[in-house]
């Protein structure tokens, strides 16, 4: 799933534009965050609510600030990506670019962490169970061998790796709502659950939020 999917349809700001103006369409927008684009439409920054509001002069022309290379991605950017780069540097939007350069539009964030909940099955009922291990001994092929012998079907998967410490620790979405016979067959198998987020515990946007929060995405 790339972004191409989720373009929004909120227009860019221009470097003719004022910061009056800019805050404006942030407001309107609901976003902290809005692509400028030059004369020949192509991506010129990305101007911040925060720094527009400690600007002295409201009717300064966009093209006027200081920017630098402002963030982008492109069309073929996997989801996973996007949400990595809208983290990484606190973007409530991201400019995607085309072929050579082109402005091609602009991805919010909640579509992104939407579509990003959707594929890691966060909206289907089931429960959430994280588990540890050393990354010599981890198969996924075995963990998933053990969970599906035992009758339970894994709707999602992800992992994240501790190259400093050895580890690896598997989050799994399952199509169960109690994890508690699950937990006991890993533990069986020498796996170390260290996490688990049962329906019972909370309704599905609840769980759907602590995942997400525990993903750090």
């Known amino acids: 799933m790339t972004v191409a999917t989720l373009l929004s349809d909120l227009d860019a700001l221009s470097t003719d534009d004022t910061v009056a103006e800019a805050l404006l369409a942030l407001a309107e927008d609901h976003v902290s965050h809005l692509p400028v684009l030059d004369s020949d439409g192509r991506l ?7 720094a527009l509001r400690a600007h002295p002069d409201s009717e300064a022309p966009l093209g006027s600030l200081m920017a630098g290379e402002p963030v982008s991605i492109g069309l073929d950017t996997h989801v996973f990506d996007a949400a990595h780069v809208m983290r990484q540097h606190g973007l409530s939007v991201v400019p995607v670019l085309a072929g050579e350069g ?5 991805v919010v964030r909640q579509d992104v962490f939407g579509q990003l909940a959707h594929m890691l099955a966060t909206e289907e009922p089931g429960a959430i169970m994280v588990l540890d291990a050393a990354r010599q001994d981890f198969s996924l092929g075995q963990v998933a ?12 998967v992800s992992t994240e790796d501790d ?27 020498g796996y170390h659950v260290v996490g688990s ?8 946007e609840e769980r759907a939020a602590a995942f997400l929060r525990y993903l750090e995405v």
Do not use: C, W
Not at 163 to 189: F, S
């Open 163 to 189: 190259p400093g410490e050895g580890r690896v620790r598997v989050t799994l979405k399952l199509n169960v709502t109690d994890t508690a016979r699950v937990r006991h067959i890993m533990t069986h198998y």
């Open 145 to 156: 061998q053990i969970v599906e012998q035992n009758g339970v079907r894994i709707l999602s």
């Open 197 to 204: 987020f049962d329906e019972a515990e909370g309704d599905l």
């Open 44 to 50: 010129d920054s990305i101007v911040i609510e925060e």
């Open 102 to 106: 082109e402005y091609a539009g602009l």
